[in-house]
Structures are given as structure tokens and as C-alpha cells.
């Protein structure tokens, strides 16, 4: 599966911005979808992860803030982001791993073996 992320960009804290993943190859309806990223000078994170079943994970410092969502008709995945603050900088990553498992079980990027490009995000003070 091939995956392609958009939507990134420049926006001021407490602003909002709404991340795409779209996925061409295979359907997405089987796989754990995920949100990850990667600030400069830092390890890429896991930020929120979405079953084929639609159960989500999401890690602590996003909860209540980001949204994980999928649209299996256009075999694409979405991250809405609020209330974003400047340590949200950084570029955000999809990712794909093809199993019915819970998402929570697979937080390590190394567990993905389809990525997509990445896309800046940057939240100014």
C-alpha cells in the first residue's frame, strides 16, 4: 500500500489544522492506521493509531486535542488537530501495518512497514 499525507502547515497556537492520509494499492479497511511523528533532534513518536475495527489510541499529550478518523470509501485517514500548541511542531508521518489486531499494541513506528512522506507542521507562539 502506498500512502500519501497532506495538510500540513504554518498556524498559531491555539489554531487548528486537519492532516489526509490518503492510501492507493490496497484497501485500508484491514490495517491499523497510524499518526506519528518526528520534531528536530527527536526519535519519531506515535501519536494516535486507529484499528480496522475503529478503536483508537492516542498518546497523552494529544488526547482531548486530536482526532483520528477514517473514510474507508475514499481509503483515507485523517488527523484533526486543535488547540495546537508550539511543541506540536514537527513533520507528521502516516503509517500502515496490515493486521485486525488492537491499534494500542503496535505504538513503536518500527511495527509500521508502509509510510508515508510526512508533512510540516509548524505552531508559532
Known amino acids: 500500500v502506498q500512502l500519501q499525507a497532506s495538510g500540513g502547515g504554518l498556524v498559531q497556537a491555539g489554531g487548528s489544522l486537519r492532516l489526509s492520509c490518503a492510501a492507493s494499492?490496497?484497501?485500508?479497511?484491514?490495517?491499523?492506521m497510524g499518526w506519528f511523528r518526528q520534531a528536530p533532534g527527536k526519535e519519531r513518536e506515535s501519536v494516535t493509531l486507529?484499528?480496522?475495527?475503529?478503536?483508537?489510541w492516542y498518546t497523552d499529550s494529544v488526547k482531548g486535542r486530536f482526532t483520528i478518523s477514517r473514510d474507508n470509501a475514499k481509503n483515507t485517514v485523517y488527523l484533526q488537530m486543535n488547540s495546537l500548541k508550539p511543541e506540536d511542531t514537527a513533520v507528521y508521518y502516516c503509517?500502515?501495518?496490515?493486521?485486525?489486531?488492537?491499534?494500542?499494541?503496535?505504538?513503536?513506528?518500527?511495527?509500521?512497514?508502509?509510510w508515508g512522506q510526512g508533512t510540516q507542521v509548524t505552531v508559532s507562539s
Open positions: 503509517a500502515a501495518k496490515n493486521t485486525v489486531a488492537y491499534a494500542g499494541l503496535y505504538t513503536s513506528p518500527s511495527d509500521y512497514n508502509h
Open positions: 494499492g490496497r484497501t485500508l479497511s484491514t490495517y491499523v
Open positions: 486507529m484499528s480496522w475495527r475503529d478503536s483508537t
